[in-house]
């Protein structure tokens, strides 16, 4: 970093090209500003037809430079790169995209670009077709090769009446995963050209229309590695069970409700991963039987029996039937430990049981983690070796993990 500005903070470009989501860059121009970070803003001159300097200026408390003839005896275009630790872009037009891919210069922002030589962080926004076409397509591949983080846009309403990818992921979540890539500075898009599959959340499997048997899992860590894996540059797909929390930035999320449901999901995405986590709490048993219509207490006062079938294994099945040599299959373990072994011992089991890579294991004795920012774990290696990961952030701890399947790449 270029010197203090707060501790966790830095010095900011945000960078914000034509598009109509340049808006939202008002928003996530405040979170950065409120957490203590220095923020310049670089708005291009489509920008500033949607979002005039003023309110720039006035949210990020400093002047707005807007072009490369303004304040020349500063060197603009080339001082504002040299100094930052983050550029950030967001919206980011497929105009952007095109000239940051062809290294050209020809506004402040793309000098800012060329300028730069912290981590780079995209959020693309545009219409679905743009996105898709094969010209945005090279291009933003050829931005990733060189590290930069080019966020994955999200699914939804789009200008005007269409829905589809291509709208900017939510300001909150743009910054959380640019201040995931701050935190690790030059070099950190380490995952960049890697595919990773996560799992997260608690499967429900239906008695009938309203009833299901579900657990506990809130989804916190399973969100926060998909989070921490497209800070330092993977492509994430993220299998979303029954989770309330907004979609990752950068992420390809599918949501699915029963354990059938996210194994066809997982499996789905797994022949082209090089890593799987399996976050998730899936549903041991289901239902034999799912009622079309709601289940009715007996007249007579007698209670209900439920059959019980057992679901799959999705875990040990990616694990036995390795779709890519190399892939990185990573399980967790909720235990507790019981009369025939100590949480370890039982994790220890499990891990050979389920034939993965690495398990991750939490002692919830006492359902500490559910629900909880925190974590606290035990990553067990194939090789029997571990590591302790002592008590702190979900974040944190998916960052370790990240590390650990990282060793194993390179195995
Ligand atoms: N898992 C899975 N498919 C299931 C159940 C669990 O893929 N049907 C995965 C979880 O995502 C997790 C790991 O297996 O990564 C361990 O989950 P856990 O519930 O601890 O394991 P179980 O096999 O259910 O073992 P136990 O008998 O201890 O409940």
């Known amino acids: 970093m270029n010197g203090p500005v707060g501790s966790g903070a830095g010095r900011v470009v945000l960078g914000v090209s034509g598009g109509i989501a ?28 949607f ?8 949210l990020s408390g400093k002047p707005v430079a807007t072009g490369v003839w303004s304040d020349v005896h500063e060197v603009p275009h080339v001082r504002i790169g040299q100094s930052a630790d983050l550029v950030v872009v967001a919206p ?6 095109a000239r940051a891919a062809h290294g050209l210069a020809d506004d402040l922002l793309t000098n800012t670009l060329l300028t730069a030589r912290c981590p780079v962080v995209m959020a693309p926004a545009m219409h679905t077709e743009m996105w898709e076409h094969p010209a945005t397509q090279a291009n933003v591949s050829t931005l990733r090769d060189r590290g930069v983080v080019v966020l994955e846009p999200a699914v939804g309403r789009l200008t005007g009446a269409d829905t589809g990818r291509g709208r900017l992921p939510e300001p909150a979540e743009i910054f959380e995963v640019a201040v995931g890539v701050l935190a690790r500075g030059a070099g950190g898009a380490d995952l960049a050209g890697r595919k990773v599959v996560v799992s997260a959340g608690g499967t429900r499997e ?24 497209a800070s330092r540059g993977a492509h994430v797909t993220l299998v979303s069970a029954n989770v309330s929390l907004p979609d990752p930035a950068g992420v390809h999320v599918v949501r699915v409700e029963t354990t059938a449901e996210l194994r066809d999901a997982v499996l789905a995405a797994t022949p082209t991963a090089d890593a799987v986590v399996m976050a998730a709490a899936p549903a041991d048993f289901r239902p034999t039987s799912v009622s079309d219509a709601k289940i009715k207490k007996a007249q007579d006062g007698s209670s209900p029996v439920i059959e019980l079938a057992q679901n799959p294994d999705v875990l040990a099945e990616i694990s036995r039937d390795r779709s890519r040599e190399g892939a990185v299959v990573v399980g967790f373990a909720a235990e507790t430990g019981d009369e025939t072994g100590s949480v370890l011992d039982l994790a220890r089991a499990k891990l050979a049981r389920k034939g993965c890579d690495l398990l991750v294991v939490n002692d919830v004795g ?12 035990v990553i067990l290696r ?16 998916s960052h370790v993990i990240w590390d650990e399947v990282l060793r194993r790449f390179a195995l």
């Open 366 to 377: 006492g359902g500490a983690v559910f629900g909880s920012d925190q974590n606290e774990a």
């Open 51 to 58: 979002v005039g300097a003023p309110t720039w200026a006035a």
């Open 206 to 229: 239906y008695l009938d229309p309203v009833r299901f048997l579900g657990n506990r899992s809130s989804g916190l860590q399973g969100y926060a590695l998909a989070r921490a894996a």
């Open 92 to 97: 980011a037009t497929a105009d952007l995209l």
């Open 22 to 49: 340049a808006y939202k860059a008002c928003e996530l121009l405040r979170r950065f500003t409120e957490s203590g970070h220095d923020v310049t803003v670089v708005p291009t001159a489509a920008a500033l037809e």
């Open 382 to 397: 194939a090789d029997g070796t571990s590591v302790d990961v002592p008590r702190g952030s979900k974040t944190a701890l």
